[in-house]
């Protein structure tokens, strides 16, 4: 059955079940003009979002599916709050459908929305459908609240920070490339970029521990970093081989001879957490979470970034994915 033949209220009836899983938080859900809900006393709101459009972010059957697809484009906003050091609360959406796309796959593509809102207690609360001509596309806005003036921002970071990261960089890039090659193996990479992991519980550490600045990897290490020293007025000078990265992602770029820096640099969406904030507090940190690693420090400046290696120091220009770059 295709979108077309159920409609657009029969699609909503569909798909509204199984939407809220906080429901204390909400007066009034899906199926009114507008959604009604309680913010918490004390706590600031944090609004975000994002949009992805089927050929651009993702291509169905190679790179993703759609239960995929509905699952990441709920993570990415999910990180985005968690780059502020909140907790997610609620989303609504908007989806741009093609007339001839199948019920199932509609389905699915919700499914993969709920899955996620699920794990994290955040509920669905409103959303639009309306009539794409060409590709699919989805867009998400996602709400979330952090202790009155405790949102963690891109612009405090201070000279003499730690400079540090999550996990493990660059392997979402790795694990997109792997699928555009239709190569078998790689679970950790492709898991990587097709489901990704919002880093809410270390962004809300983050708050705890007294983080000066923080970002998410969306669009690539060196962007995400730049964003953080344009924004504080510091340099940041990260040590190249401090940079944590996946065994899979050294034999992928081992394997196509590519240079495995410009999956970390440039590649984007690992949805991982860059952030600084001062060794002590760092150090406390790490002995709670120890997948955080450090790459490098803060100093006084003028908001450029510099990589060392080999006893030799350059800039690391903010390059990375740019949606209007060709």
């Not at 003009?33 to 709101?45: L, N, R, S």
Request: charged share 20%; proline share 3%.
């Amino acid at each position: 059955m295709k979108i077309s033949e159920i409609g657009e209220f029969g699609f909503i009836d569909a798909v509204k079940e199984g939407t809220l899983f906080n429901p204390s938080s909400v007066v009034v859900g899906i199926g009114d003009d507008g959604a009604v809900y309680k913010t918490t006393e004390g706590m600031e709101q944090i609004a975000v979002i994002d949009t992805m459009v089927e050929g651009s972010h993702f291509i169905i059957g190679k790179t993703a599916s759609w239960f995929d697809v509905g699952y990441k484009a709920v993570a990415s906003n999910l990180s985005d709050i968690a780059a502020m050091g909140g907790i997610p609360t609620h989303i609504v959406l908007s989806t741009a459908i093609p007339t001839d796309m199948e019920m199932a796959d509609l389905t699915a593509l919700y499914e993969g929305m709920k899955d996620i809102c699920k794990t994290y207690g955040v509920n669905i609360i409103g959303g639009d459908t309306v009539l794409s001509k060409g590709a699919l596309v989805i867009t998400v806005a996602a709400f979330g609240e952090v202790e009155s003036g405790k949102a963690i921002c891109r612009s405090g970071a201070k000279p003499g920070d730690v400079v540090a990261v999550s996990h493990t960089i660059g392997d979402s890039a790795g694990g997109l490339d792997v699928l555009l090659h239709g190569i078998d193996g790689y679970t950790h990479l492709k898991k990587a970029h097709q489901f990704p992991t919002p880093q809410i519980q270390l962004g809300r550490a983050l708050v705890a521990y007294r983080a000066h600045s923080l970002n998410d990897i969306s669009d690539g290490l060196a962007s995400e970093s730049n964003e953080i020293a344009k924004a504080s007025g510091v340099d940041l000078i990260l040590d190249k081989e401090a940079i944590p990265c996946s065994e899979e992602l050294r034999q992928w770029a081992q394997s196509v001879q590519k240079d495995i820096y410009a999956y970390v640099f440039n590649g984007g969406e690992d949805y991982e957490l860059i952030f600084t904030m001062a060794p002590d507090d760092f150090e406390a940190l790490r002995r709670e979470y120890p997948y955080v690693t450090a790459i490098g420090q803060a100093r006084a400046g003028k908001g450029q970034v510099y990589v060392r290696h080999e006893g030799k120091t350059s800039v690391l220009q903010p390059t990375g994915w740019n949606h209007f770059h060709r």
